[in-house]
T-cell receptor, first 113, second 112 residues
């Protein structure tokens, strides 16, 4: 009965590889997000997505792409991984009409070697 | 510097004491939210205060908002060891769509 779930929890991979992180929410929310948290715990929004609109943080490299097969899922695909991509990635969801309180997944710790 | 900056970056107190964390931001906002993150976990929403509100309470939490100073504070009263976590403020603005902008967080340690 987890509200927002992510897989995998840990991901270790080599530079140059392509990887995906999956996210699912069972809250019926209309908007989902991806955040990156660096080693200093600073949390940066990467994407905001609902059925109508994708909002991309302009600082996010185009190697990162969100893919949403349906309203309850927003997966993050990363091409040509770089050392600097190592971080914890959080998925979140919200119902925008409810003042945008966000519910976070447990995070995926990505380590690029 | 970033929208939503917390002060102090780290805070260590004894159980039973009060903990106050501050947050400053730069742009106009619709609301400001506080989240808690336990080590190795995702963020958990604590409280939301709208731009037309000045103070809000939830259990042992008290949040204030001063839009003229673009600042907010989170007070945790009668702290417990279980309150040990990082606390983040986040702002929601009209010009940012649905996205929240988070500060760097305050790491709170409550010693038993």
């Amino acid at each position: 009965d987890t509200a927002v779930s992510q897989t995998p929890k840990y991901l270790v991979t080599q530079m140059g590889n392509d990887k995906s992180i999956k996210c699912e929410q069972n809250l019926g929310h209309d908007t989902m997000y991806w955040y990156k948290q660096d080693s200093k715990k600073f949390l940066k929004i990467m994407f905001s997505y609902n059925n109508k609109e994708l909002i991309i943080n302009e600082t996010v490299p185009n190697r990162f792409s969100p893919k949403s097969p349906d309203k309850a899922h927003l997966n993050l695909h990363i091409n040509s991984l770089e050392l600097g991509d190592s971080a914890v990635y959080f998925c979140a969801s919200s119902q925008v009409s409810l003042h945008n309180e966000q519910f976070f997944g447990p995070g995926t710790r990505l380590t690029v070697l | 510097s970033q929208q939503g900056e917390e002060d102090p970056q780290a805070l260590s107190i004894q159980e039973g004491e009060n903990a106050t964390m501050n947050c400053s931001y730069k742009t106009s906002i619709n609301n400001l939210q506080w989240y808690r993150q336990n080590s190795g976990r995702g963020l958990v929403h604590l409280i939301l205060i709208r731009s037309n509100e000045r103070e809000k309470h939830s259990g042992r939490l008290r949040v204030t908002l001063d839009t003229s100073k673009k600042s907010s504070s989170l007070l945790i009263t009668a702290s417990r060891a279980a309150d040990t976590a990082s606390y983040f403020c986040a702002t929601a603005s009209n010009n940012a769509g649905n996205m929240l902008t988070f500060g760097g967080g305050t790491r709170l340690m409550v010693k038993p």
